[in-house]
């Protein structure tokens, strides 16, 4: 079939054939393919050959009277394949329920008497070709806003897709910076400026719900030794042992962070300074009884750790003076020969030997 334009005209009368084709030929011929069938049972074959094809016709033109199927129920079945197609009504015999009946059933367009005016009979046609043709450009418009608006919804939802992936790569980004502005780059533990904020918040909350607080201070027996006689990177390798030992089985509310050099600082919040004490001694006999390399060399024959133990509030009022009693504490294990678990003395104490001390030497 052509890819022109259709026109299609039903009758059985040869010589009303003959006549329609002459008279739309020579007005519409140029444009369109006029096409005949003598009854409506091979006027719909012809009509399903077409849309087989993706075609249909742009108008079809039916008398009433033929035998077998009428014109209405020929423009009816044509109306159920096709219901874009324009519908013409042709008869002398039709009466205004015939016209009514083709109008509600088969869509019908419009209805012409016979015999026709030929004049009459082009402008329809020419009519009913500029509605069907407005009608396809309509449907192509609205299929091909139909695709773009499809192809803009997917844009967008790809647009959203990468928005909301460059949005979690940025939020991961974020977070790794905030991570490693309070970690520590050779441990990863917490670094020092961390500490005391973290401290400073646990000892607030402290003060709220009345639980004691403690603080352990850590310092690596011989360290400058043995990074002296082994180089950096051994000494690096140590420290980052060290800390994986501190972190181990420690509650999710406690924290370790490395203080700076060779030092490290566990913060055990609700932990009384007794009970601190003894993860102090479990965390000294842990690093003790770990071995590392090249310990013989190191003075006693093994690597240590001292740790000095402090509590809040019976030990300090603040975050400095926190520190500053665990930190003595660990320096006087120091002193005392390292490897050793030192407990702060209570203020009282403290006065007391700070007494004893002015009076044996006045």
């Not at 670094?191 to 646990?202: I, P, T, V, Y």
Request: proline share 4%; aromatic share 4%.
């Amino acid at each position: 079939m052509s890819q022109r334009e259709i026109i299609l005209c039903v009758d059985d009368e040869e010589g009303v054939l003959l006549a329609l084709r002459q008279q739309l030929g020579a007005r519409f011929g140029h444009e369109c393919e006029i096409a005949l069938a003598q009854s409506g049972e091979e006027a719909i074959e012809l009509v399903d050959e077409l849309i087989e094809d993706g075609l249909q016709p742009a108008v079809v033109i039916a008398d009433q009277i033929m035998p077998g199927m009428k014109g209405v129920d020929v423009l009816e079945a044509l109306h159920a394949r096709a219901p874009d197609t324009r519908k013409i009504l042709l008869t002398g015999q039709a009466g205004l329920d015939a016209v009514v009946s083709a109008i509600n059933r088969a869509g019908l367009n419009q209805y012409i008497p016979k015999p026709w005016d030929e004049a009459n009979l082009r402008l329809a046609v020419e009519n009913l070709l500029r509605q069907y043709r407005l009608a396809r450009e309509n449907q192509r418009l609205v299929q091909d806003l139909s695709a773009k608006n499809q192809a803009l919804l997917e844009m967008n939802r790809d647009l959203e897709a990468k928005i909301n992936e460059r949005t979690h790569e940025l939020a991961e980004a974020n977070s790794r910076l905030a991570q490693l502005a309070v970690t520590d780059g050779l441990t990863g533990l917490y670094n020092h400026r961390h500490f005391h904020e973290r401290l400073a918040l646990e000892i607030e909350r402290s003060q709220r719900s009345g639980l004691p607080l403690s603080l352990l201070m850590i310092d690596v027996d011989h360290f400058k030794q043995y990074n002296d006689q082994h180089g950096h990177p051994a000494g690096d390798e140590l420290l980052r042992e060290i800390a994986r030992i501190l972190g181990e089985g420690r509650r999710r509310n406690d924290f370790v962070a490395r203080y700076g050099g060779e030092e490290f600082a566990v913060v055990l919040v609700d932990t009384n300074k007794l009970t601190a004490a003894k993860v102090a001694e479990r965390l000294r006999q842990s690093v003790s009884e770990q071995p590392f390399p090249l310990e013989a060399e190191q003075p006693g024959g093994g690597l240590s750790i001292s740790i000095g133990v402090a509590a809040f509030p019976d030990d300090a009022g603040g975050v400095e003076s926190l520190v500053r009693a665990a930190d003595a504490a660990l320096y006087e294990g120091k002193r005392g020969g390292r490897n050793r678990v030192v407990l702060a003395p209570a203020p009282a104490a403290r006065s007391s030997a700070g007494r004893a001390g002015r009076e044996a030497s006045k």
